[in-house]
C-alpha cells in the first residue's frame, strides 16, 4: 500500500487515474490499525484500484479538506473524485469490499 504524505496526496490521489481507496488512519487509532491488514488484504485482491494510506496526524488540514473527521475513514477517488467513503464503525473489509465493487 503507498504511503502518501501532505505532500504527495494531490499528485498521487487527486490527480491520479481511475480507482484510488484512500485509508485515512492515525497511529492513535486502535481500529485503524486493526483494520489495516484487511486493507491489505483487500489491496492483493482489487489490482485494478490503487490503494493508499494517509497518517492524518502528520497531515491534519489535509484531512480536514477532504471532510474526513473521525477515524477510520475509507475513502474511494475516480480520477481525483470523492465517490464514497465509509468511517467510523462502517469501515469493515466487508463494506469497503461492497464499496469498491459498487464502482467496478
Known amino acids: 500500500m503507498l504511503s502518501v504524505d501532505k505532500n504527495t496526496f494531490e499528485d498521487e490521489v487527486l490527480?491520479?487515474?481511475g480507482l484510488i481507496l484512500v485509508d485515512f488512519w492515525s497511529e492513535g487509532c486502535e481500529p485503524?490499525?486493526?483494520?489495516m491488514?484487511?486493507?491489505?488484504?483487500?489491496?492483493?485482491e482489487y489490482g485494478q484500484v490503487k490503494f493508499c494510506k494517509l497518517n492524518t496526524a502528520k497531515a491534519r488540514r489535509l484531512a480536514i479538506?477532504?471532510?474526513?473527521?473521525?477515524?477510520?475513514?475509507?475513502?474511494?477517488?475516480k480520477d481525483?473524485?470523492?465517490?464514497?467513503?465509509?468511517?467510523?464503525?462502517?469501515?469493515t473489509?466487508?463494506?469497503i469490499?461492497?464499496?469498491i465493487n459498487q464502482f467496478l
Open 97 to 99: 469490499e461492497k464499496m
Open 32 to 35: 485503524c490499525k486493526a483494520l
Open 80 to 91: 481525483g473524485e470523492k465517490l464514497q467513503e465509509v468511517t467510523n464503525d462502517d469501515a
Open 15 to 17: 490527480k491520479g487515474d
Open 37 to 44: 491488514p484487511h486493507v491489505e488484504d483487500l489491496e492483493e
Open 65 to 77: 479538506s477532504q471532510k474526513v473527521l473521525g477515524l477510520p475513514t475509507i475513502v474511494l477517488y
Open 93 to 95: 473489509k466487508e463494506n
